[in-house]
């Protein structure tokens, strides 16, 4: 009789203790979540990371830097500027930057040729690249640019829409001469009379269009397509460090809440981070979109892309990639997965 009664009493203590163990457990656990929903700050070991920015087409990571995000979850960020997405791709796929931001076309090319790259997210979508081209040098029609030096990053998305502008206007890449400039080097070429036109982005148009005013002559490059600017990473990057990547994605998401709830501020957070003028960040603010999400649409572009680069020749490769298996959800997924519309 004793024996059962004492086996009663651990078995009732043993539920105590067990009970105790779980109400314990479910308050970390409550207090993990509240570390998201009421921004408090995430407790753990803290992690440096690296990002190839590119200025407004990332504007998200100088949110982040500015405001605290990337503190509040022990990410110690270095954001270094980067003139295009080309470079800033280069830069992460030989390990010197963990995290780039680069347009869609950009991913494209890399992809051809290394399977590491992988895609976290769409930043911003914006319709920012234009034809510029100087008056004085005998250009007023499209049809003008035949046989004319005409500046663009090679292997950037200028290079895809400069391809379908000529096409549009009975032209092909092989009537005029291409030279392979990063964008300040076409600022200054076109200024000194080196090219007599270029495909370009913001702020170097908005610049251009105050160095050289009548001087230049502007078409739209996109005809409506938007740029993805796309945030990287890669599949060797990830393998030790996917609670990095969610903590990273958890900041950003911060800042796009920012932006929305807080535009004027955001804009000023633009123009004291990058040295620009207030008339410019108001120009250039209504053609971005700074939603993150990862879209079907982007898909379709990369496809109709990559189709590109195999008709003109600028890649060896036949066969369009699966750019599924380039796209790492998870994070996203985990986060925000009313952000995802990519079948998958």
Do not use: C
Not at 14 to 36: A, P
Not at 136 to 158: A, H, Q, R
């Amino acid at each position: 009789m004793l024996i059962l009664i004492y086996m009663r009493q651990i078995i009732y203590f043993s539920i105590i203790i067990l009970g105790l163990l779980f109400l314990v457990g479910y308050f970390l656990f409550s207090g993990n979540m509240q570390n998201i929903d009421d921004n408090q700050k995430y407790i753990g070991h803290i992690d440096e990371i690296t990002i190839a920015n590119i200025g407004e087409y990332s504007i998200h990571n100088l949110i982040a830097k500015e405001n605290g995000y990337f503190n509040k979850n022990n990410l110690d960020a270095n954001i270094i500027e980067y003139p295009s997405g080309p470079p800033a791709v280069a830069d992460l796929l030989a390990g010197k930057v963990d995290f780039a931001v680069a347009a869609d076309f950009v991913g494209v090319m890399n992809i051809f040729t290394n399977k590491d790259l992988r895609i976290l997210a769409e930043l911003s979508k914006h319709e920012d690249f234009e034809v510029v081209a100087r008056t004085d040098f005998g250009i007023n029609d499209p049809t003008n640019l035949k046989g004319k030096k005409i500046g663009v990053t090679k292997k950037g998305v200028g290079e895809f829409f400069l391809g379908r502008f000529l096409t549009f206007n009975n032209l092909r890449l092989e009537d005029i001469e291409v030279i392979d400039l990063q964008p300040t080097e076409i600022v200054k070429q076109l200024e000194n009379g080196q090219i007599d036109a270029a495909v370009v982005f913001n702020p170097h148009i908005y610049t251009l269009r105050k160095s050289l005013g009548n001087k230049l002559i502007i078409w739209p490059a996109q005809d409506n397509q938007k740029v993805f600017a796309l945030l990287y990473t890669t599949n060797s990057f990830m393998a030790g460090h996917s609670d990095v990547v969610k903590r990273y994605i958890l900041s950003l998401i911060e800042s796009e809440k920012f932006i929305k709830n807080n535009n004027s501020q955001a804009k000023v957070i633009l123009a004291n981070t990058m040295n620009y003028e207030d008339p410019y960040v108001n120009f250039i603010w209504p053609k971005f979109d700074f939603s993150i999400s990862l879209d079907q649409a982007l898909l379709l572009s990369m496809e109709d892309q990559a189709r590109f680069a195999i008709d003109n020749k600028l890649i060896s490769n036949k066969k369009i990639p699966n750019y599924l298996d380039n796209i790492y959800y998870l994070s996203l997924q985990e986060i925000a997965p009313e952000k995802i519309s990519i079948i998958h």
